[in-house]
């Protein structure tokens, strides 16, 4: 287990929230490349029922080829969000690329999990992306029906392991960063063992 690992309260809202009060988890720990100056950041809120999610990343030379679902979008400029209840073995993994492309599995490991894909995705997860003056963003919210349907006891309550990720293999500027330290010695994001803790309020 990761000793080092960072906290954040996941506040609760009314609704979408408003982001301007909502914390910033900084995905500032870069790993196993260069520092190429690419930053990313995220912002988690929930309300009861969804949980909703901000991305953005601050990176000139975007790549966002991907548009179909299945897509390997971590070869895209990309931003990730694993998370699992606290006394659970299995993750979800969230990663989407500019162009609003969702890649999503659950499993224990990246081997053993299933892919999960939605034709309806893009309004089931209210996916929105847009470029920003130094980079680009990405929304989403997850409802906690969508969730139960692989963790009936899942909850928006308590405390849960999650990290969250800024990758592009196959970008100008091949980067890895994290909010939550990874231990591998080799590019691996799929690691529960080096989630970080966050807590419902």
């Not at 080829?65 to 971590?74: F, I, K, R």
Request: hydrophobic residues 35%.
């Amino acid at each position: 287990m990761n000793e080092n690992r960072r906290q954040y309260l996941i506040q609760r809202t009314e609704g979408e929230p408003d982001w301007a009060a909502v914390p910033r988890l900084e995905i500032d720990r870069v790993l196993w490349m260069p520092d190429c100056g690419i930053r990313a950041w995220g912002q988690i809120a929930h309300d009861g029922e969804q949980m909703y999610v901000h991305l953005r990343a601050a990176e000139k030379a975007i790549r966002a080829e991907y548009t179909a679902p299945l897509s390997p979008v971590h070869q895209d400029s990309c931003l990730e969000f694993f998370f699992m209840p606290e006394n659970e073995s299995r993750y979800f993994n969230f990663e989407i690329n500019p162009n609003g492309c969702l890649h999503t599995g659950f499993g224990t490991d990246r081997i053993n999990r299933a892919v999960l894909c939605r034709k309806d995705a893009e309004t089931l997860f209210a996916i929105r992306t847009g470029r920003t003056a130094d980079g680009w963003e990405a929304f989403y919210r997850i409802p906690l029906a969508f969730l139960r349907i692989f963790q009936p006891e899942f909850t928006f309550t308590g405390t849960m392991r999650a990290n969250a990720y800024k990758c592009g293999d196959l970008t100008e500027h091949e980067h890895y960063c994290s909010w939550n330290p990874v231990t591998a010695e080799r590019p691996d994001f799929h690691r529960p063992q080096d989630f970080g803790v966050m807590r419902f309020e």
